[in-house]
């Protein structure tokens, strides 16, 4: 299916555990629209050893899921810039691949979120620290401003956040 030419994507991210998916999920059905899961998580789930390339080829499927969805506002559980960070933070460089996909970006708008929530554990996280998430927090808006991404900054509970997420989309004529 091909994109529409007037869809909206919103793309959430942040560190591990600050609540992307269940924001993702609120805003879906807040909204009424479609929402891209994290393709990393489904990756991992059976491939738990990956290196710095494998990161390009989750991307790439990322976006090819993307393309997949045809509604006027899509709601994306990562994108390039997260990748990015990721790499940067675990491995210490980037491809090209990834600062190419930053680039080529058409996300409307970027909802990060503060890590302020309790953490969850999970296997698949690797940074359960507080000061390790603030540091990818730090890493994320470094991004977004040295790309000039038009972002908000989400923080507080899980229900707070939807209202202050909300909000911040409307400010910026963005739904």
Not at 29 to 47: G, I, M
Not at 151 to 171: D, F, K, P, T, Y
Request: net charge negative; aromatic share 10%; charged share 25%.
């Amino acid at each position: 299916m091909e994109k529409t030419i007037t869809q909206i994507k919103i793309a959430v991210v942040g560190p591990e555990s600050s609540g992307k998916t269940t924001l993702c999920k609120q805003l879906c059905e807040t909204l009424n629209c479609e929402w891209v899961p994290e393709f990393a998580r489904t990756h991992l789930n059976e491939n738990t050893s990956y290196n710095r390339h494998d990161l390009d080829f989750m991307l790439k499927q990322q976006l090819l899921s993307e393309n997949t969805y045809n509604h006027p506002i899509l709601i994306c559980d990562g994108d390039p810039i997260s990748f990015k960070v990721w790499s940067q933070y675990k491995f210490g460089s980037t491809s090209e691949y990834i600062e190419q996909m930053i680039l080529d970006s058409d996300y409307n708008h970027y909802l990060l979120l503060r890590p302020d929530l309790p953490y969850e554990d999970d296997p698949l996280r690797e940074n359960s620290s507080l000061k390790n998430r603030l540091e990818l927090f730090a890493l994320f808006k470094k991004e977004l401003n040295k790309f000039n991404l038009k972002h908000s900054i989400i923080s507080g509970s899980n229900e707070i956040r939807l209202n202050v997420a909300l909000n911040s989309l409307r400010q910026q004529k963005i739904i």
